[in-house]
């Protein structure tokens, strides 16, 4: 099978204007630095005539050919689909379109166009109507595939850039991801054992998601799983990691956090869920998720000890009905 994807790969519709970028990360800071002067060289994020602009592949349903790189010079498009004739063609994808979307480099801006796509193109979250012009930094979304756009004349840092945050992040919530979360939950659990001090975990995830994947389709699922990520990321504290650790499981390691301040959090967040109008289109969904949570103890000697103990009161909150905040030990 790994072959074969390493095949299909290289024999995709890749010109030499697409590579994929090896995973490597900037130092502490880079960022902020890098788009601080970007604004001042673009004027805001706008585009600069003459200058290549790259689209990276950061989200797919089957997580392939994740970091492709593709690059679009000024006076040219590139469409986007399922037909072996678009130069960014992913014909695993069945809920793309034939020919899905274009962006068309014209002047000095960069514009995308839905090309009457059943799934429809979005920029930002936002769906598109006509054109959109595309500003650097600005994720775009065909069907269930999500994009970075970056229009830079240091286009070899900003890629590279793009390329941590696929590292650190998930491409579909823009939250952590397991790979992150293991690095702080390692870190974390070490400085608490050394300095005595707490550390809790939260592990949720959405009753009956697998009804609503069936019942309203995947993208649907995308949606209702970026709403509960978002609703998340406004309650967590800076220090506390959010991450996507599973198909729809989220976790919060929370730091300097007994398992009374965890289950506040826990609770103050589903009772969110549960209030907020979830619409789909014309559909409105019900939402409930379940919690577990878990404190380390002196027992505990590793990450996944505390990931067990808050992944059992998980279990237990599912077992007693579900839309319930468990503590492990209660």
């Given amino acids: 099978m790994d072959e074969r994807r390493r095949s299909d790969s290289r024999n995709a519709r890749y010109s030499p204007d697409t590579d994929t970028g090896e ?84 002047g000095a801006a960069v514009t995308i166009e839905d090309l009457g796509s059943t799934n429809g193109t979005y920029v930002n979250g936002q769906p598109i109507h006509g054109n ?25 840092n900003a890629y590279h850039l793009a390329i941590y945050e696929l590292v650190a992040r998930d491409g579909l919530t823009e939250i952590y991801n397991k790979r992150k979360y293991d690095e702080e939950a390692q870190r974390e659990l070490a400085r608490a054992s050394r300095h005595h001090r707490p550390l809790s975990l939260i592990l949720f995830d959405i009753d009956e998601f697998k009804q609503i994947n069936d019942t309203y389709g995947h993208l649907c699922g995308d949606f209702v799983l970026k709403q509960v990520a978002s609703l998340a990321r406004e309650l967590v504290r800076p220090e506390q990691v959010l991450a996507r650790v599973g198909g729809d499981e ?13 289950e506040a959090l826990a609770m103050k967040l589903r009772d969110r869920i549960v209030g ?8 409105r969904i019900n939402i409930t998720c379940s919690f577990g949570i878990a404190e380390l103890t002196e027992a505990m000697t590793s990450p996944q000890d505390l990931y067990h103990a808050a992944d059992t009161a998980l279990l237990l909150a599912k077992r007693s009905g579900k839309n319930r905040v468990e503590v492990q030990g209660t």
């Fill in 23 to 106: 995973m490597v990360s900037p130092e502490s800071g880079t960022t902020q630095t890098f788009e601080s002067a970007t604004r001042e060289r673009t004027g805001h994020g706008h585009a600069v005539a003459d200058s290549e602009a790259d689209i990276i592949l950061i989200a797919h349903p089957e997580s392939q050919r994740l970091g492709s790189r593709f690059r679009l010079s000024p006076g040219s498009t590139l469409e986007i689909g399922r037909s072996a004739s678009v130069r960014i063609s992913l014909p695993e994808v069945l809920s793309l379109s034939r020919k899905h979307a274009r962006l068309r480099y014209a």
């Fill in 132 to 156: 959109a012009v595309l500003r650097s930094g600005d994720r775009f979304q065909t069907a269930a595939v999500h994009f970075k756009f970056l229009h830079e004349q240091d286009v070899e």
């Fill in 276 to 283: 907020l109008d979830h619409r789909y289109g014309e559909l």
């Fill in 250 to 262: 989220l976790a919060i390691l929370a730091p300097e956090t007994g398992v009374a301040g965890a």
